[in-house]
């Protein structure tokens, strides 16, 4: 079909270039553009919606579990980043310096945020006295730098946008509660919401954040096989209370150093929503977090009587879902393309025909499925459809980890199913960083998680043959 | 009284020190803390919660309007910032400089961005193409840095938060409107949610924004006499355009300049809402922006049936308002000074005498009125006293501008009147640079605005005796 034919001559097919194919989506479905900036990108209306709809969700389920918002600033002077050295040691080589302020040099560097613990930790050591200041449970919305030498829109950027987390408990047990919590909002909210299982489990401890005493991921799965790394949870334990001395008066007069989290999820979840349902004509948007859900376009529109019906329709729809209507006088062909690009996940077509016949079309987005529909019971067939919809998708992408997800006894194995089948390998290690250090430079694949979810699907380490003691997840990842 | 005798030790009378009246009631109100990054705040979540309320009005309104939301980088190249010269030459003594990346120095050093005018433009060039393109209405909700010498929590910070609007237009004529439109839009907000009265006028050339051809402004009044311009909507002209080439092909098929304008409102703003209603008790929020409108604060809270009782109201009037309640053993004393501090504008008292008349007591933050009122009617009753202490404060906030307002038709005129009544004088103006600067030198007022309202008050201008041009609102600002 000549439609076919278009996007096949515009956008790359992704069994061709899946990275050629992700940057081509990303621009012709104007989410983002580059900016003069290196490794900055400009958000554009319809990628910013979508922030704005995750942020929406997620800011509402922090608010009801008692978090509340805050802001800390931009700037951290080097000293304070020095404090914890793990953390120092892990962040230095990718942060922004800056050094001059006005005309002037600074008598201490200030480094741009590339995360806040440290600002948090400074005014936690100010702010928490007693046990009745506990738990201290605070999120912001920010922006964060990290020097990236290759970057690209949302998976990888100089600077992104985020939420981080930081929290202060009384025990160690509140403290794990509350990592937990996050981990389950995070899951939560990809797989209801963004329609992408994940699977949760822990960091190895070359893989967690610097400076805490565990990380709890959630991991996803690309179409092409590629892993990502879509939210963390962080136990801080109480490492960064030693160092910045945050400590509070227990019920018996006793001095305790606080127990802390810190959780975040980013921009990059974009990224992961388009590798996840995006497909040869573009991107595919699940319903709960599109932020148009139904695109209305009105067949020979000049007929007279077409526009004020479709108009009629749309408000009516307004009620039950997030309508758009497109009024141009450019052709349906290319308007369907337009929004199929864009991934709205249902289309609505209604001509002089369709008027006459008291119905419409509707067009599903993620099966090409079309559905005639009697205009008198719309609202609750579009209801339904949405729905379906979403389950769909997530039942998909589920179905797509699955068979991309091996299991590998010896590390022959392990190659073969990376080369043969691209994806999530569950195989079993013994715990040690060498062993997984030789996985990567081996295969390039890195340990994604120790999932919640533990098999026993063999009794040796995968690697070295000696006593196994995790089921783990590898992959290549993002 | 005990409970004010408290507050007098507490916080500084505004009579005696405003300005550490102004510090106290920032820290004492929990809004604000100070960082150990030097001019930077933290923004503490009752503060924030005022933020978050002031975006959802506007955000809304800009919508409505239009205007879509996008994000652009934190940084700007410094090649990028000199485009256009008054622009530079505005910010340049007071951008944040950051030199290196990792370990390594940058060839082109970056600029935190001190407002995004230039890479607004830099998009522009490019996305802009033809008639159809126009108008381009973007805003931003963002971070930005100045290089401030001295600081003061929300007045004049290192680090602001605020929005920026960017448009581009196919004329001038639209691009006017836009202007007016937004302004418009400030205005209506600041009088009607923060009841705080503005002067809505045109900035002197002095006065108006780096790079623009002319800047409207709403300028309020502090309770100490000072001005405080509240929000900006400047007109670019195709100044902007020229020097980033934006142009696009007209439906003549003719290349025309863009015609932009930018508008900005930040946490500024919330400066002034302290300065203009507080008192010596605390802050004083008005109704429609406060976090928590009604606190209540159940009396001899262990009896029985009184936390229920109390819970209860809570439940019920959530539904007409937003409600805060403090279940907390501390005395009611303790509650009562915490909440006015807060400037909550309702507190609720509920007692076992109260359940047993079925009332209860309202007592207004504005006025300090204490109101029995039945439970049966309390939610209507509730609804028309935060409809009254919305409008109080903003009559209070106007009575007290046109007090402090003067009218001055030459020098020793208005030197006696910024002495003993400080606060806007009205004085006629010639229109040159020179008496405007004499103004400055002398009085250290400043031109606050041409006001839109124009009066003839003299024939002569208040500094040289020439003929007038224009009546100009001056004082002192913030």
């Not at 953390?87 to 040099?105: K, L, S, Y």
């Not at 991991?219 to 109480?238: F, N, V, W």
């Not at 996985?439 to 694949?445: F, G």
Request: negative net charge.
């Amino acid at each position: 079909m000549a439609k076919e034919k278009k996007f096949v001559e515009e956008i790359t097919a992704m069994e061709e270039d899946f990275a050629q194919w992700y940057t081509d989506v990303v621009k012709k479905a104007d989410l983002v553009d580059y900016s003069t900036v290196r490794g900055c990108m400009i958000i554009r209306p319809y990628g910013y919606a979508l922030w704005e709809n995750i942020q929406k969700v997620l800011d509402k389920k922090f608010k009801e579990t008692g978090h509340q918002n805050v802001y800390m600033p931009l700037f951290i002077p080097e000293s304070l980043l020095q404090k914890e050295k793990d953390h120092i040691e892990g962040f230095a080589p990718e942060v922004a310096w800056v050094t001059h302020g006005g005309n002037e040099e600074l008598h201490e560097r200030l480094v741009v945020r590339p995360t806040s613990e440290v600002l948090f930790c400074d005014y936690y050591s100010k702010a928490i006295q007693s046990y009745r200041d506990l738990p201290m449970l605070y999120n912001q919305w920010a922006n964060v730098v990290r020097w990236e030498k290759t970057t690209r829109p949302f998976l990888r950027t100089l600077e992104f946008l985020w939420q981080e987390g930081h929290t202060a408990h009384a025990t160690d047990e509140e403290a794990k509660e509350e990592v937990v919590r996050m981990l389950n909002i995070y899951a939560d909210f990809c797989e209801n919401y963004l329609a992408i299982p994940v699977v949760k489990g822990q960091k190895t401890d070359k893989e967690k954040f610097a400076g805490a005493k565990f990380t709890y991921t959630i991991e996803s799965l690309m179409h092409d096989g590629k892993a990502l790394q879509s939210a963390t949870s962080h136990h801080l334990g109480t490492g960064f209370a030693e160092q910045f001395n945050i400590q509070y008066l227990d019920q018996n007069g006793q001095w305790q150093y606080v127990h802390q989290t810190s959780w975040g999820i980013s921009t990059r979840i974009i990224g992961g929503l388009i590798m996840v349902h995006g497909d040869n004509r573009g991107l595919v948007l699940p319903p709960k977090i599109a932020p148009t859900q139904v695109m209305i376009v009105p067949i020979a529109i000049h007929k007279e009587g077409v526009l004020d019906y479709a108009l009629d329709l749309k408000a009516r729809l307004e009620k039950v879902a997030r309508v758009g209507i497109d009024t141009s006088d450019k052709t349906p062909g290319w308007k369907f393309n337009e929004y199929e690009m864009k991934g709205i996940p249902v289309r609505l077509e209604v001509g002089p025909k369709d008027i006459e016949k008291g119905q419409v079309v509707l067009v599903r987005r993620d099966t090409n499925e079309k559905i005639f529909v009697s205009v008198d019971n719309l609202e609750e067939k579009l209801i339904e459809l949405l729905d379906d919809i979403q389950k769909n998708l997530y039942n998909k992408a589920l179905k797509h980890r699955e068979e991309k997800t091996s299991v590998a006894t010896n590390m022959v194995e392990f190659k073969r199913a990376l080369e043969e089948n691209p994806g999530f390998i569950k195989a079993m290690w013994c715990g040690s960083l060498a062993c997984e250090e030789k996985i990567k430079e081996e295969t390039s694949a890195t340990s994604r998680c120790i999932p919640f979810e533990q098999e026993h699907i063999h009794d040796h380490c995968v690697v070295c043959g000696e006593k196994a003691k995790h089921l783990v997840y590898w992959a290549k990842a993002y």
